[in-house]
């Protein structure tokens, strides 16, 4: 029971596929509280998932780039103080993923959205629940690795180097709070996110290659067990991190033949 007596904010649960409605489940199985955020249309896809969790959760409406969502989310919030934040959010326009010009083929518009939603959303949903912390709490973050271009990820790759670069000076703000902010980066897995990626699927067959480990793109439980282990205190001393959950792949650097 790594979360017993905890509560827990997970975003970005729509289907039972992806790894916050996995990491929601095993919250609720290691003892948390656990309350979801949604918004708009996907309001109703989350509430039908929510119901195949082990019990089912709060859900309080949250768009990251709404000023009135945030500003008013702590106080929204059916139970506090939290003890952990997990961010789970990300968006790019189809202009910003696989366009024939790569980096060329967006407007700044578009790349103003992805960065506002899958960058600048990590700081502003920190600040948001800021109030409601608990000491010692942790913010854990889903992330795809950025260290190196992939095909067809284009400004999204961009969004999650900022966000890594985000988490490391979270880091720095509130770990004189006690507060905690890591990174998981798991390797690619078949969520609804990642469906929307042209190109992905050479991604997914490259990667079984590559990692000493093998990697399953339907299994998003090795990741959320992940987060669920930083979420508690068997992680006290570690913050600003990037916890890798890919197979190993992004230790290799080219599969064997």
């Known amino acids: ?141 889903l992330d795809f690795d950025a260290s190196v271009a992939w095909p067809a990820y284009d400004w999204m790759g961009v969004a999650k180097a900022g966000l890594e670069s985000a988490s490391r000076y979270l880091a720095r703000d509130l770990g004189p709070d006690g507060v905690r902010v890591n990174l998981v980066a798991a390797g690619p897995l078949r969520t609804v996110a990642a469906r929307s990626i042209p190109g992905f699927a050479h991604i997914e067959e490259s990667w079984n290659r590559t990692a000493p480990l093998g990697w399953d793109v339907d299994d998003p439980e090795p990741a959320a067990r992940a987060v669920v282990a930083l979420l508690s205190d068997w992680f006290p001393a570690t913050t600003g991190e990037i916890v890798h959950v890919d197979g190993g792949a992004h230790a290799i650097g080219i599969a064997s033949p």
Not at 26 to 38: I, P, R
Not at 79 to 97: K, N, Q, R
Request: net charge negative; aromatic share 4%; glycine share 6%.
């Open 1 to 141: 029971m790594l979360l017993a007596d905890r509560t827990v904010l997970v975003t970005g649960v729509l289907t039972p596929s992806s790894i916050a409605f996995t990491v929601a489940r095993l919250a609720q199985e290691q003892g948390a509280t656990v309350v979801l955020t949604s918004f708009g249309r996907a309001l109703a896809v989350t509430r039908r998932a929510v119901r195949r969790l082990p019990t089912e959760a709060e859900v309080v409406e949250l768009d990251v780039t709404d000023a009135d969502h945030l500003a008013t989310l702590a106080d929204r919030l059916p139970s506090t103080p939290l003890h952990g934040v997990v961010h789970s959010v990300g968006f790019a326009p189809a202009d910003c993923l696989g366009h024939d010009d790569g980096l060329f083929g967006a407007s700044w518009e578009d790349v103003a959205t992805a960065l506002q939603v899958s960058t600048w959303s990590l700081p502003a949903l920190a600040k948001a629940v800021r109030p409601a912390l608990a000491e010692r709490a942790s913010v854990v973050g």
